[in-house]
């Protein structure tokens, strides 16, 4: 039952993740509608897994409340629902996997922005969002896993 769930789960992240990198792709927003989605379907799994009982379970939260806080100090440089999107992402992975897909996504971030710059003649201005690569790390990082 339980590898069920953390199979459920597995999907249910992905395609979350699929779905909000479309929108902040073609539209440069999030829906708050996919944040609550996911975010609730999340933490229903955790809850069914067990996880919510843990008092560590609110240390998932921290990279999104981060995330949060630095958009705020930055004049949204780095856009709220970037944050909401890592705030999510605690009700389906551990502290140390959400730190993993961040970095990730931050390095296939890099990689394309030198692409953009050097390649493309993109300006530094160039704007790039940010959860079609927290996606494509998260399809790294499953699949690394096997699953």
């Known amino acids: 039952m339980q590898e069920n769930i ?6 249910v992240l992905l395609a979350g993740l699929a779905v909000i990198a479309a929108e902040d ?5 999030i829906s708050t509608i996919w944040l609550l989605i996911m975010g609730f379907t999340g933490g ?6 067990g996880e919510c009982n843990e008092w560590h379970f609110l240390l998932r ?7 949060l806080s630095a ?3 930055t004049n949204e440089t780095i856009g709220y629902g970037d944050g909401l999107v890592i705030l999510c992402l605690g009700c389906f992975l551990k502290g140390r ?5 961040c970095l990730a996504a931050i390095t296939l971030a890099g990689i394309t922005a030198l ?10 201005k160039t704007e790039l969002p940010f959860v079609p690569f927290l996606f494509a790390g998260c399809m790294i990082i499953k699949c690394m896993q096997g699953g």
């Open 115 to 124: 692409f953009l710059l050097v390649i493309m003649r993109k300006g530094r």
């Open 25 to 29: 792709l073609y539209r440069k927003e």
């Open 6 to 11: 953390i199979t459920i789960r597995s999907v």
């Open 71 to 73: 958009a705020w100090l």
């Open 97 to 101: 996997e959400i730190m993993d897909l």
């Open 61 to 67: 939260f921290i990279p999104g409340v981060l995330v």
């Open 44 to 49: 229903l799994l955790s809850i069914a897994a």
